[in-house]
């Protein structure tokens, strides 16, 4: 299990929510390869859909992997132009959180973001993408933002953006998900997906399988004949111990971004590294993230790092998620490669998926995560 600020800030019953492991059914209508937060949606929104006699199988424990190291952002609006065309599926995804936000008390907070600086090309595409932005000066930041040093000049704000705690809102999906019948098998490693998976405990016969394992996914797929170019991406994040409300929104600065979880800690960091499945964190780079931190937080210079972690995004040579039925294979989906915004994007991810899995289609604008783009898998 990760050593996440967000692990540390779950009680008891909700840790054992998500290492506790069920026996290995003999079938499953639909079998879901990863308790990530993507394979989490997948199983909730194919609940609602009135599937039952899902199992959701994982090598380690719920969250063990990205999911429960990311930095919980929601930041719909400031990423938005990065999404390109795939822009309307972050707006139904926001759409779905604050459906999930009166579900589940996960801290889904929309605190708002400041982006420092002027990233004036950013706000005119989220503002053409319908989202709200808008640029404040210096004396407005001040307002906005008082734990801030005055040396930002100004910054554009993005109101609707916010924060998710990711382990929060994985337990709360996890117990409804067991209340419902869901079984989660963990600490069960797939080593033959397909229509009959071959795990360490015994097989498996799913009248549907999704393959929702991250970077691993190419691993996974390999005994299928299709390998898509997805990739671990490892990301550095570190906290400062709890303490009373200090930041009011999540600040993105020149390399990094902060936030205050609502448990107290300031969390940032948030490097990007070509660094294959290296675990761990390096000292050089959490010095770099404290001392943009300390410049533009003064107020945490002598505040020690609690704790420092790092997670594998799965990262897509092309940047868009691969989404839909997995190239010649009928009853097999793959679910995998958001990159920076699989948290942000695991709603919309899991209802397309019951869509494509319950009607054979979906309303939603999928054709750029086809899977089929790769089709010979190019690694
Ligand atoms: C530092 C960092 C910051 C981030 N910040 C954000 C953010 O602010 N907002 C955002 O939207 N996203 C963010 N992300 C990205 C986000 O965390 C990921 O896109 C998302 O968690 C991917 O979810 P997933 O379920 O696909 O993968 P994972 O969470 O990695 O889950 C994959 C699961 O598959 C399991 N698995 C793998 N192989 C097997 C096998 N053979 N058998 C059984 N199980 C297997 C693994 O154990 C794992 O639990 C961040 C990521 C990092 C690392």
Same mark, same amino acid.
């Given at each position: 299990?990760?050593?996440?600020?967000?692990?540390?800030?779950?009680?008891?019953?909700?840790?054992?929510?998500?290492?506790?492991?069920?026996?290995?059914?003999?079938? =499953? /209508?639909?079998?879901? $390869?990863?308790?990530?937060?993507?394979?989490?949606?997948?199983?909730?929104?194919?609940?609602? =859909?009135?599937?039952?006699?899902?199992?959701?199988?994982?090598?380690?424990? !719920?969250?063990?992997?990205?999911?429960?190291?990311?930095a919980?952002?929601?930041?719909?609006?400031?990423?938005?132009?990065?999404? *390109?065309?795939?822009?309307?599926?972050?707006?139904?995804?926001?759409?779905?959180?604050?459906?999930?936000?009166?579900?589940?008390?996960?801290?889904?907070?929309?605190?708002?973001?400041?982006?420092?600086?002027?990233?004036?090309?950013?706000?005119?595409?989220?503002?053409?993408?319908?989202?709200?932005?808008?640029?404040?000066?210096?004396?407005?930041?001040? &307002?906005?933002?008082? !734990?801030?040093?005055?040396?930002?000049?100004?910054?554009?704000?993005?109101?609707?953006?916010?924060?998710?705690?990711?382990?929060?809102?994985?337990?709360?999906?996890?117990?409804?998900?067991?209340?419902?019948?869901?079984?989660?098998?963990?600490?069960?490693?797939?080593?033959?997906?397909?229509?009959?998976?071959?795990?360490?405990?015994?097989?498996?016969?799913?009248?549907?399988?999704?393959? =929702?394992?991250?970077?691993?996914?190419?691993?996974?797929?390999?005994?299928?004949?299709?390998?898509?170019?997805?990739?671990?991406?490892?990301g550095q994040l570190l906290a400062t111990?709890?303490?009373?409300?200090?930041?009011?929104?999540?600040i993105v600065g020149p390399r990094y971004y902060y936030w205050?979880?609502?448990?107290?800690?300031i969390a940032g960091g948030g490097t990007v590294e070509? =660094?294959?499945?290296?675990?761990?964190t390096n000292p050089a780079d959490l010095a770099s993230i404290r001392e943009e931190m300390n410049a533009l937080l003064?107020?945490l210079? /002598?505040a020690?790092t609690a704790c420092a972690w790092s997670?594998?995004?799965?990262?897509?040579?092309?940047?868009? %998620?691969?989404?839909? &039925?997995? %190239?010649?294979?009928?009853?097999?989906?793959? !679910?995998?490669?958001?990159?920076?915004? *699989?948290?942000?994007?695991?709603?919309?991810?899991?209802? $397309?998926?019951? /869509?494509?899995?319950?009607?054979?289609?979906?309303?939603?604008? $999928?054709? %750029?995560?086809?899977?089929?783009?790769? %089709?010979?898998?190019?690694?």
């Open positions: 299990m990760q050593s996440s600020i967000w692990f540390q800030t779950l009680d008891e019953s909700q840790l054992r929510l998500l290492a506790a492991s069920d026996p290995l059914p003999k079938t =499953a /209508d639909v079998a879901i $390869i990863g308790a990530g937060m993507i394979g989490l949606a997948t199983a909730y929104y194919l609940s609602l =859909a009135g599937v039952s006699n899902l199992c959701i199988l994982d090598r380690d424990t !719920a969250l063990a992997e990205a999911s429960g190291a990311n919980g952002g929601l930041w719909f609006s400031q990423q938005s132009p990065e999404l *390109g065309p795939l822009a309307p599926l972050a707006k139904v995804s926001s759409r779905l959180y604050d459906e999930l936000a009166v579900r589940f008390p996960a801290g889904i907070r929309r605190t708002g973001l400041l982006e420092l600086g002027a990233n004036e090309e950013w706000m005119h595409a989220a503002l053409q993408a319908g989202f709200r932005a808008q640029r404040v000066d210096a004396a407005a930041l001040r &307002r906005l933002e008082p !734990a801030l040093t005055e040396q930002p000049a100004g910054a554009v704000f993005y109101p609707d953006d916010g924060q998710v705690h990711p382990a929060k809102l994985g337990a709360a999906l996890v117990a409804h998900l067991k209340n419902s019948g869901v079984r989660f098998c963990l600490h069960t490693e797939v080593s033959s997906a397909g229509l009959h998976l071959e795990t360490a405990r015994g097989g498996i016969d799913a009248g549907v399988t999704v393959i =929702a394992s991250g970077a691993w996914t190419p691993i996974v797929t390999r005994a299928l004949g299709w390998r898509p170019p997805i990739k671990p991406m490892r111990p709890a303490r009373s409300p200090f930041l009011r929104h999540t205050q979880l609502a448990e107290g800690p070509d =660094a294959g499945f290296e675990r761990g003064p107020a210079a /002598d020690p997670g594998f995004r799965p990262y897509c040579e092309d940047l868009k %998620p691969v989404i839909g &039925r997995v %190239p010649g294979h009928d009853r097999l989906y793959v !679910a995998a490669g958001h990159f920076k915004k *699989g948290i942000m994007l695991a709603p919309v991810t899991g209802k $397309i998926l019951a /869509d494509l899995i319950t009607t054979a289609q979906t309303d939603l604008p $999928i054709g %750029p995560l086809d899977p089929a783009r790769f %089709p010979g898998g190019r690694r």
